[in-house]
């Protein structure tokens, strides 16, 4: 102990609580030392029971917690020193003829004595593993499920949440493996990218919560190996964590609807699935395309939303749209145009017509 406090700064540092700990550990040692040599020296046969013996001798006195105090460096450190100041003083408490033979037992007990510590930290690792593995799923859920607040923050700090940038919700199919394995593999990337993620799997579905996202659809196309094949469905942006259940909830609602586009892109963003979802009776996609479809068209010049009826009406021909409306073709033209650069949909596009289409019967549903 004077060893440890004279040579090593952070058992120094340590509680005197910590330090007594230590103390009982540097007893259990030099005790389980002379129990296994009594045991073992005539035949030197080092099997080990099922239980390892030796690890719960050994450390078996401290509490697990003090393996998150004491790393696993400063645990080897220990071992080493407490061997060492043992190996130095068999000379003088042991007769020449005896002496040679601990020398060798302690050699022997101290290659035990390194597995049994690999060993203890191996399952402190193992059980801290599973612990973030069913945090970071809670606060998954906890963010599809609409029950963000100051505890799922909290819980996200504690698995590494940077909590900066905006956030994105990504949905898609589980690929099959380790879903440890996945997961690291996804977190690798997303740091990659200068990103934070939280995984989890729900049935066949993989659900990521990115953090740090700058352009979403190139951050999830970046994750998007890590997923199995099939649709992959990204939310709209958030500020941040707390307010991420916007993006999860229309991610959510884009991809129970996905199949009904086969040729969406991979990956696909919520807000391209719109008619989809209007059609699966998603009440907030039907409120976004009159908000941010009909009504803008509405407000506009009185003839946009008559010029799209008749353009679709007419198969998408210009000239048959003029005819009907008496007009000139250049002058549907500019009408279509003004309709893209208030929606951002461009009517002959088949998609964007088909978005187009869909946001003029909300509308005027929602008017009747």
Known sequence: MAGMDTEKAWFRDLSAENRSWVGMIV???????????????????????????????????????????????????????TIDVVEANLDDLLGAELAPVVHEGLLRYGRELAFATAEVYARAAESRGAWDARLEALVVDSVLRSESDETVLSRASALGWGGSGEVVVVLGRAAPGSTVNIFDDVRRSARAHHMDALCAVQGDRMVVILGGVEEPESAVRALSKHFAEGPIVFGPVAPDLGSAHHSATAALAGFRVAAAWPQAPRPVAARDLLPERVLAGHEDARRQLIEEVYLPLKEGRGTLIETLDAYFGHGGSVEGTARSLFVHPNTIRYRLRQAAELTGLTASQPRDGYTLAVALTCGRLSET
């Open 27 to 81: 007893q259990a040692g030099i005790r389980g030392f002379i129990s296994w040599f009594r045991d073992h020296a005539d035949s030197w046969d080092l099997s080990t029971e099922a239980d390892s013996p030796i690890a719960a001798q050994v450390f078996g006195a401290a509490p697990r917690a003090l393996a998150g105090v004491i790393t696993l460096q400063q645990t080897v450190d220990l071992v080493r020193l």
